[in-house]
Structures are given as structure tokens and as C-alpha cells.
């Protein structure tokens, strides 16, 4: 295809994965409005709709919470859906929005970023006034998550459930959750066929093929967490003594970090001064990156927050340092380092999800193996970034590659670029569009 064709494309996928005011990510697997989906699918309509890309943000307004809380999901009002909605039960909150159902946990604040980039395409008289109309979203949200999420006063941010790192089953959270979260029933589950059982309740089964999805297990975990969370009606005060697993996720506070900067320079922008305590906040978390960084193995990774332990497997994540811009550029090339590493990262289609090395890549299995186009445009910005644009410009082309091969699907193997996933999946189709203007 040329690049007129794959825009034409993705702009179809774009247009008809919208409902009205928002985009879902994919028609039969993702039903409903997802927190960091719609920020990267913004950055895609900004080149053909900048309206949508604007009314896409507003919308996730729809479901902050009265403490300023982004829900990762805000769910479809249709009947169709209620057992989804009654599985998170946000109302037992009473900082819950009234109007929408939603869950009771976060994901990736990619929203400053989104923010930004849309002002791009606006003149400077709309630009400080979208920018103004998004102020009070942006700033209760980073508020929001300095106060609730950073007990320890460091300037990192905890995670109460794997799904608020966005990439839902990356290897470090599964080893943690099966080493500190054991609850009673798994005994049991060696014994019964629960995984045939199970099966009937996934949508995602009914389009992928089980093994490149989470096992029934890990499902049933991660339900596990969910339910503990609504018992104590997702109050924090109450999560944190109890909980047995949370994370501090390298790539949430990457993305954190970088989009502190993007809110320092809106705020600036409209003349609203932050307050000392976001100021405070922001000027540790740059700092704390160091606690991520493991000199004996030279990597960064994520930490456990009730250990304090590095959870010492290889990811992508190791990368995102780059996108944070926190780093130094000497650090900033050991980083690099990784991407050339044949037995690692540098292979057919990068960036794999996990290191073809590692024994936990499987080169279909969800965020344990594939590549991802929205990974790879956080890593493309943080190369751009640091000065390193033969390897931007060579992880555009060869993520361009794989749409252009084979369509926006929601992953690729990284090995032959052959697809898994949802199909005509939203952020592949509008980070392509992204990647092709920057082109
Ligand atoms: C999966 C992904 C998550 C994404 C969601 C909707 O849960 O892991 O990152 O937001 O699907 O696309």
C-alpha cells in the first residue's frame, strides 16, 4: 500500500470504531471507553478531525471521579454490558460520577500528552483556550494521583492493579501476583477443569485463540484483586494496609513524569500557577527514576511497593526511561544499548514486549512477546528525545511496516510481523496516522 492507502485505512477504523462522543478500541473485543486508548487515539484524529481528537479527550470527563481519579475504563450504558459494570460496582464509591458506570482503578496517564499534541494543531488562540478547558481535568487527575498514590512521599506512584499499568499481563506482574497473591481457591483450581468452564465468560475467546490470551488463572487473579478492591470500596486508606501486591510500574511513571512536564508548560501557558505540592511532587518523581535503575544488572525495572524489591525481568519497560526524559544522556544510551541487542530486542519487528531471550516470550501471547504500536510510539518519542533519530526513524519505518503488511491489528509477532489480536484495533490505527505525518 502506499502511505495514502494505509491513512485511508486507518482513518476508516477510526471512524468506525466511534460511538457519537468517543472511540471504542475494537468493535467485538473492547466495547466501551478505555482512559489511555483515547489518549493515543486524540493523537491520531488530530491529523484528520482535530473536533473528534478534542471531543474524544472531553469525554473521558464524563468519568473523573469527585477526587479527581481517570478511570482506566468508563463503561458502555448499554444492557448488553451490565454484568461489566457490576463486576467494579464504582457507585459503592461515593466519588464515583453519578452518570456513568466506570471502574475503580486508573491506567497510563498518557492525558497531558494528548493535551498537548492536539494544541499543536490549533492556532494560539485555540490552543489557550482548549487548553483552558482541559486545565481542571489534567491538574485534579496529577493531584489526584500524588495524593492517593504516593504514600511514601517519593514522588513514585503505586499501582493497585496489574490493569493500571496498561500492559496487563507483563511477565514482572504475573511472577509477583503468583509469588504474594495466592488465595486460597488456586489449590483447588489444580484439581478442576475450571479453565474449560471459565472460557464461556471470556469475549476475548470468542476471537483470539486461548493461547495468546491470559490464562484463566491469571484471569481469575486479577478478578480476585478487583473484588478485594471493592470490598473495601476502593478507598485507599483501606486498600493499602491489606493488600498482598502493588506495584510501583516503571512505564506509569515514565509516562507520569514525562506528562508533569507537559502540565507545567499548559499551566504556564494560561497563566495558572500549580500548586507547591504538585510542584513539590513533580520535582521528587524526576529524581526517584534512580530508584528504578538496578546498577547490578545495569537495567532499569519496576518495583514491588510492599518489598521494595526490583522485579528483576526484562521488558520493554526498560526502555521507557527514554520517554520520561528524566535520565541522563549517558544513561540514555545504555538504554539504547538494549534496542541494538540482537539476542534481545533487536530483532525482525521490534520492540518486542519482553526480550526474545527471555523465557517468558511468546511471540503471540498478549503483552508477554508481541509488539505493540503503541509502545513503540512511546519509545519512538523518547529516542527523538535524546537525540537518537536513526533508530526513531528506523522503528517508525519498521512499525509501519507491520500495519502496512498486514492492518491496524491490535499486536504483531516480532519475529515475522504476522498479527494477533483484536483487528482494526484504534491506537494502531491512529498512531499510524501519527507516525506517518511525522514522517
Ligand atoms: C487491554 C490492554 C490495555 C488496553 C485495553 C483496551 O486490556 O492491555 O492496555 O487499554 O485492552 O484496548
Redesign the pocket.
Known amino acids: 500500500m502506499d502511505n495514502t492507502d494505509i491513512a485511508a485505512v486507518c482513518q476508516k477504523v477510526l471512524n468506525d470504531n466511534w460511538r457519537g462522543s468517543y472511540t471504542i ?1 475494537s468493535s467485538k473485543m ?1 466495547p466501551h471507553q ?1 482512559l ?2 483515547s489518549c493515543f487515539i486524540a493523537i491520531g484524529l488530530r491529523h484528520f478531525n482535530i473536533e473528534r481528537a478534542q471531543q474524544e479527550l472531553l469525554s473521558l470527563g464524563r468519568g473523573q471521579w469527585k477526587n479527581g481519579m481517570l478511570p ?1 475504563m468508563i463503561f458502555a450504558s448499554d444492557g448488553r454490558y451490565r454484568q461489566d459494570r457490576e463486576i467494579w460496582e464504582s457507585k459503592v464509591n461515593p466519588n464515583a460520577p453519578d452518570a456513568v458506570a466506570t471502574t475503580g482503578i486508573t ?1 497510563p496517564p498518557v492525558l497531558a500528552e494528548a493535551v498537548v499534541q492536539v494544541g499543536k494543531k490549533l492556532n494560539e488562540q485555540q490552543r489557550q483556550a482548549w487548553y483552558k478547558q482541559m486545565y481542571p481535568m489534567l491538574v485534579n487527575y496529577h493531584q489526584w494521583l500524588y495524593t492517593e498514590r504516593d504514600p511514601h512521599n517519593e514522588g513514585l506512584v503505586l499501582q493497585i492493579h496489574p ?1 493500571e499499568t ?3 499481563n507483563t511477565p514482572p506482574m504475573i511472577a509477583e501476583i503468583f509469588e504474594h497473591h495466592q488465595p486460597w481457591w488456586t489449590n483447588i483450581l489444580r484439581f478442576v477443569p475450571a479453565e474449560a468452564m471459565i472460557n464461556v465468560f471470556r469475549r476475548d475467546l470468542k476471537h483470539i485463540p486461548y493461547i495468546d490470551r491470559m490464562s484463566n488463572t491469571e484471569v481469575l487473579l486479577y478478578y480476585d484483586i478487583i473484588k478485594r478492591l471493592k470490598r473495601k470500596h476502593y478507598e485507599i486508606e483501606r486498600v493499602l494496609p491489606h493488600a498482598k501486591i502493588l506495584f510501583e510500574d516503571l512505564t506509569f511513571n515514565c509516562i507520569l513524569i514525562r506528562a508533569n512536564k507537559h502540565l507545567k508548560d499548559i499551566a504556564e501557558a494560561i497563566d495558572r500557577p500549580l500548586s507547591l505540592f504538585l510542584i513539590e511532587k513533580m520535582q521528587k518523581a524526576e529524581a526517584a527514576i534512580d530508584n528504578f535503575w538496578d546498577p547490578y544488572k545495569e537495567e532499569y525495572f519496576s518495583r514491588n511497593f510492599i518489598t521494595r524489591q526490583h522485579t528483576k525481568i526484562s521488558t520493554l519497560a526498560c526502555l521507557m526511561p527514554l520517554y520520561s526524559g528524566a535520565i541522563r544522556k549517558e544513561r540514555a544510551e545504555d538504554v539504547v544499548k538494549k534496542l541494538h541487542d540482537h539476542s534481545a530486542f533487536d530483532v525482525s519487528f521490534p520492540v518486542p514486549s519482553v526480550p526474545v531471550n527471555s523465557p517468558w516470550f511468546h511471540e503471540h501471547k498478549y ?1 508477554q512477546g508481541p509488539t505493540w504500536i503503541n509502545t513503540n510510539w512511546l519509545i519512538i518519542q523518547g529516542l527523538r528525545q535524546y537525540g537518537f533519530n536513526e533508530e526513531a526513524k528506523r522503528l517508525t519505518n519498521s512499525s509501519l511496516q507491520l500495519v502496512d503488511d498486514h492492518g491496524p491489528y491490535e499486536y504483531f509477532s516480532p519475529l515475522d510481523g504476522s498479527p494477533s489480536g483484536a483487528k482494526n484495533f484504534s ?1 494502531t490505527a491512529a498512531l499510524t496516522l501519527d507516525l506517518l505525518n511525522e514522517k
Open positions: 478500541p473492547y478505555w489511555w486508548d482506566n491506567q490493569y496498561g500492559l496487563d503483552w491506537w
